[in-house]
């Protein structure tokens, strides 16, 4: 099978030079398994069957255009979707949402187009189920070749890598006025934050917030398993 993994990052963000943990875990599962496999940067291939990362933040005319022409393709589906936006969150008196390409219906109509969607969340399918959006759930799964082999010096008791947040930031500041020597990795390449977590004895995982955003991501769990 002839498949094009294909990642929709705009070139302000940093993410758009590098693959991403979940396209090159989806790269050695498929190569293992004898496909035909190319990875894309906000491009698709008509001659392959097309699976799209992080697609709510591309451009508006990649998607009319994919919608246009009819391309058959599958999307990986990791944001957080409710009826007040996508990936919803409050920090103070602020509110933030990822508008991507243009807001919760345009991601809705993108996806309920695709021929599937492989769901991180239960609680995601239900919501897509009202909008009678097919799904499946697909938990990320493992592969020895993102495997990084542990430092046997650990240079950190904790770790945290991720966006910054008051709530996250507040028990960061709690853990290290207790004593323990903490690092907070935000925004750094994956070889950096990987080269940290394998200097760390425990990696953690803090939700954003305990309300709008109070999940615990797998990402976060795997990307620590991987790096011992």
Not at 54 to 75: C, G, R
Not at 178 to 196: M, P, S
Request: proline letters at 4%.
């Amino acid at each position: 099978m002839r498949i094009a993994l294909v990642q929709c990052y705009s070139q302000n963000n940093f993410s758009y030079y590098f693959m991403t943990e979940h396209i090159r875990l989806f790269y050695a599962a498929l190569c293992d398994l004898g496909c035909d496999v190319i990875f894309l940067n906000n491009q698709y291939d008509p001659s392959r069957f097309n699976i799209f990362f992080s697609s709510v933040s591309s451009e508006p005319d990649l998607i009319k255009d994919i919608l246009t022409n009819k391309i058959d393709f599958a999307v990986y589906q990791p944001e957080i979707l409710t009826s007040r936006g996508v990936n919803y969150r409050k920090e103070g008196d602020r509110i933030m949402s990822a508008n991507g390409i243009g807001g919760l219906y345009q991601y809705l109509n993108f996806i309920a187009n695709a021929r599937i969607v492989l769901e991180i969340f239960p609680f995601n399918q239900r919501y897509l189920a009202e909008y009678k959006i097919k799904s499946i759930l697909f938990p990320l799964g493992h592969h020895q070749t993102l495997e990084n082999t542990p430092e046997s010096n650990k240079d950190f008791d904790l770790c945290f890598f991720g966006l910054g947040s008051s709530y996250r930031k507040r028990i960061i500041s709690e853990l290290e006025e207790a004593g323990l020597n903490c690092e907070f990795v935000i925004k750094r390449h994956n070889f950096f934050r990987d080269n940290v977590l394998t200097r760390t004895k425990i990696n953690l995982a803090l939700p954003y917030n305990t309300n709008s955003m109070s999940h615990i991501s797998p990402f976060r769990v795997y990307t620590g398993l991987y790096n011992g």
